[in-house]
């Protein structure tokens, strides 16, 4: 059969010449055989099965020497996969061993942080080297460092109180309600409990913190005398706390005057002496529906230890010449030459309008060091929303102008309601704040505020 098929295919060429090696390498023949051959029979299927053509020898040894292609040897592609497989081992183990290194690498680290130090670990505990000597009266909060932070209803956490100062916070927010002439914590009446109320997640251990830091001992026998704050590292530093009215204001006051007496009697909060504001180791500050009108009079606040959380919206300032031109997403009412027509009329005309609104002055410039210790607004409302990751030159002249405003009062500046969610886009705003000169930063992640680096530069995504 393949004679036959070979003796076809030679009767169809046009000559009846032979075609020799050398005609078909010859770059100077043009015959017409030579054409017809190279367009029609001159396939590498025609030439090698017609000159003995089989798997074991993949170029023809009557192939001309013009037409041979540099193929593979015989085995080259067992041998080609061969060594991909080997690379693809060798790329696996190398991989391995990396991530065996890291991993190795990340318990040595664990190692490091949870085994103690056979030599520090049992120093000064009863029976071994240093007995008694690894304590001393104020070590309550050894170690922590005051920073300027606020912790947002910090009755929510699993230690309220507790967990703010451990972090370091120099600032909690309680939300008191009145029922049955008690106070009450909580963000809802749906949370409220008998047992948590303003005297026992708050002044009672407020109390007995303070009275350890400041201990009477024969090295130190004016203990009743002395003011040392909850913080062990900064004495002089002051905790505030924020206390939020839920419910009518003129009607909860007389009640938290009365609540902060064990506090008062010990000489623990700050108050203004007439003429000097006198620093202690706790700030009561009112806000919500607490009215500025009882907080700044005489009668009602007669110790004058209760301050107010002024209206920071109020407050904006420009520089000369500088028009305010408010975010196209506030919410807020503009305050600018008007700004004495915007707020009420008089400061009982109108009550229970939430923070900075209750009670209110005519003017801005009636909050000051006397009654007044922060000044603060919802940022979501005050300076809108963050767009496209970042805040647009209007809301960054909006809040340059508070910040003006309220230090020019002497008043520190703290924005509630900050968005929380991206991560990074809660960062950026933290980042900008502190860096422009926001002395109070709101949080609600106690943990990503002060033990992460969210100062970092990241994506407002993430």
């Given at each position: 059969m393949r004679k036959a098929a070979a003796d076809e295919e030679q009767a169809s060429f046009p000559s009846s010449e032979p075609l020799l090696k050398q005609d078909l390498c010859d770059p100077n023949n043009s015959s017409d055989a030579i054409n017809t051959w190279w367009l029609g029979r001159c396939s590498t299927r025609a030439l090698t099965r017609d000159n003995g053509y089989s798997r074991k020898n993949p170029i023809p040894w009557s192939t001309p020497d013009c037409l041979r292609r540099k193929t593979a040897r015989p085995g080259f592609r067992r041998e080609e996969k061969s060594m991909r497989g080997h690379r693809t081992r060798c790329c696996a183990r190398i991989g391995l061993g990396t991530g065996l290194?890291?991993?190795?690498?990340?318990?040595?680290?664990?190692?490091?942080?949870?085994?103690?130090?056979?030599?520090?670990?049992?120093?000064?505990?009863l029976g071994h080297i240093g007995q008694g000597l690894s304590s001393w009266p104020t070590d309550f909060s050894r170690g922590i460092n005051p920073i300027p932070c606020h912790s947002h209803n910090d009755y929510w956490r699993r230690v309220p109180l507790?967990?703010?100062?451990e972090v370091g916070c120099i600032s909690v927010e309680a939300d008191?309600?009145?029922?049955?002439?008690?106070?009450?914590?909580?963000?809802?009446?749906?949370?409220?409990?008998?047992?948590?109320?303003?005297?026992?997640?708050?002044?009672?251990?407020?109390?007995?913190?303070?009275?350890?830091?400041?201990?009477?001992?024969r090295f130190h026998p004016d203990g009743n005398v002395s003011h040392h704050g909850v913080?062990?590292?900064?004495?002089?530093?002051?905790?505030?706390?924020?206390?939020?009215?839920?419910?009518?204001?003129?009607?909860?006051?007389?009640?938290?005057?009365?609540?902060?007496?064990?506090l008062r009697s010990r000489g623990y909060l700050t108050h203004r002496n007439g003429t000097h504001t006198m620093h202690r180791p706790i700030t009561v500050i009112g806000t919500g529906n607490t009215p500025f009108s009882?907080?700044?009079?005489?009668?009602?606040?007669?110790?004058h230890d209760i301050f107010y959380d002024a209206p920071l919206a109020a407050m904006w300032e420009g520089l000369p010449g500088e028009i305010l031109t408010p975010s196209p997403k506030s919410e807020s009412p503009v305050y600018g030459a008007d700004i004495d027509a915007s707020l009420p009329e008089s400061s009982a005309s109108k009550v229970d309008m939430g923070?900075?609104?209750?009670?209110?002055?005519?003017?801005?410039?009636?909050?000051?060091l006397e009654n007044s210790v922060y000044?603060?607004?919802?940022?979501?409302?005050?300076?809108?929303?963050?767009?496209y990751g970042k805040l647009s030159d209007a809301q960054m002249n909006l809040i340059r102008g508070h910040i003006r405003g309220a230090h020019r009062r002497g008043l520190k500046v703290r924005y509630w309601e900050l968005p929380f969610w991206p991560i990074g886009l809660r960062n950026y705003v933290w980042d900008l704040l502190v860096k422009?000169?926001?002395?109070?930063?709101?949080?609600?992640?106690?943990?990503?505020?002060?033990?992460?680096?969210?100062?970092?530069?990241?994506?407002?995504?993430?």
């Open positions: 290194i890291q991993l190795f690498g990340v318990l040595g680290g664990l190692l490091i942080v949870f085994v103690p130090d056979r030599i520090t670990d049992k120093w000064g505990r507790y967990s703010a100062i008191i309600w009145l029922f049955d002439e008690e106070l009450y914590i909580g963000h809802s009446l749906a949370s409220l409990t008998p047992n948590r109320t303003l005297a026992s997640l708050y002044v009672d251990p407020l109390v007995q913190i303070l009275e350890k830091q400041n201990p009477t001992t913080f062990d590292t900064a004495p002089e530093q002051s905790l505030t706390l924020l206390i939020d009215f839920k419910t009518s204001g003129s009607a909860l006051f007389p009640y938290v005057l009365s609540a902060l007496e064990p009882l907080v700044d009079s005489n009668l009602t606040n007669p110790y923070q900075g609104m209750s009670g209110a002055a005519q003017s801005p410039d009636a909050y000051t000044a603060s607004v919802s940022f979501a409302q005050a300076i809108g929303h963050v767009l422009e000169g926001v002395d109070l930063l709101n949080v609600d992640d106690l943990k990503g505020a002060t033990k992460t680096n969210w100062g970092s530069k990241a994506g407002w995504w993430s």
